[in-house]
């Protein structure tokens, strides 16, 4: 139930971020246009895109987690047998959960400091600015958490204990 609940929320997310990359593409082109042809611009293209790669980058990277797309190296891990690569594995979740609070309490601190600041041109809270990591955190912890409890029930196969993707530029 809950791997359906976050496989709704990363389509949810892919199609939030293909309209905010498109919401980007219009605005950076439309801006670029004014600019050679009016010879003016639109003073809310820069910011805003500059917003929308923000949350792209956090809401892309909860997507990429759920795919274990994320690079990485298994140089050392590779050579463990099964029995290290759980414990590897485990390790790692629960440091990346770990890392997952810090995100979250780092990015809420600054929510925090910033949500009576507007930002120079559209005004808005800059708080909104930082809320994009605690969103990547609170839909990343469950995918980790899944993770973590499909290990320690031991649901997880032999093969697929490696949380990373391998370069497709590496030699295989």
Request: aromatic share 14%; net charge neutral; hydrophobic share 55%.
């Amino acid at each position: 139930m809950l791997k359906k609940f976050i496989d709704g929320y990363c389509r949810l997310l892919g199609y939030v971020i293909a309209a905010a990359l498109a919401l980007m593409v219009v605005l950076v082109f439309g801006n670029v246009f004014m600019r050679y042809a009016f010879n003016s611009g639109l003073t809310v293209s820069e910011e805003l895109s500059r917003w929308l790669f923000v949350w792209v980058t956090f809401l892309g990277a909860v997507i990429a987690l759920r795919d274990n797309a994320h690079l990485g190296t298994d140089m050392l891990v590779g050579k463990f047998g099964p029995k290290g690569k759980r414990f590897a594995m485990g390790v790692s979740l629960l440091l990346m959960i770990w890392c997952l609070w810090l995100i979250f309490k780092g990015t809420y601190d600054q929510f925090l400091v910033n949500k009576d600041s507007d930002s120079p041109v559209m005004e808005v809270s800059m708080g909104w600015f930082y809320a994009g990591g605690m969103v990547f955190s609170a839909l990343s912890f469950p995918i980790l958490a899944l993770d973590l409890f499909r290990l320690v029930t031991g649901q997880i196969a032999d093969k697929d204990l490696m949380l990373i993707q391998e370069s497709e530029e590496a030699p295989h």
